[in-house]
């Protein structure tokens, strides 16, 4: 930092980037049509989370998007779901399944138990394909943005089947 009477010629630079948050959560707001409960795991403009409170649509609220140990029962429950296993959401459904589809969430980290309820680790990869619709605006809202390929045109996919499975080796470790 400069001050005056350094014997050193300095240049200062104001710097007015910095940063907003720690990206463990977002804001979003939710689109017409839908409602959110608390807890619920959702897929809002492109973000994967667990919302921390309910809100109706055109709310805004603030889902937990950190990679960390979840527990819920919105599965798709014809699944046995053993340790290790790669689930997907399926955005149309609301839950979590076994059957691959363009959004990967992540590894379950305990089993289905009685309940129909397991833990799983939220990987936030992203998307694995194109489509994908998540909830938000109806498809050609020149307002709404989703997830690739929810304007109608597909869409590149966002990782590749070899750096998904690179992915997924780093979580073993």
Known sequence: ???????????????????????KSVTVTVPDGHEVKVNELC?????????FQS???GEEI?????RAEFETDQIVTSFDYDIGTVVYFDA???????????RLAGIVTNPKDENNVIWF???????????GEGLKGEKGDPGEQGPPGADGKDAEP???????AALLALLEE
Do not use: C, W
């Open 62 to 66: 603030i889902l937990n998007v950190e």
């Open 43 to 51: 897929l809002i403009d492109g973000h994967l989370g667990f919302s």
């Open 1 to 23: 930092m400069a001050y005056k009477g350094q014997p050193v010629p300095t240049t200062t630079y104001n710097a007015y980037r910095a940063k907003v948050s720690d990206g």
């Open 92 to 102: 149309s459904e609301g839950k979590l399944t076994e059957d691959e589809t363009d």
């Open 121 to 131: 680790l939220l990987t936030n990869f992203g998307f694995v394909g194109s489509g």
């Open 158 to 164: 966002q990782f590749t089947e070899e750096q998904v």
């Open 55 to 57: 809100a109706d649509e």
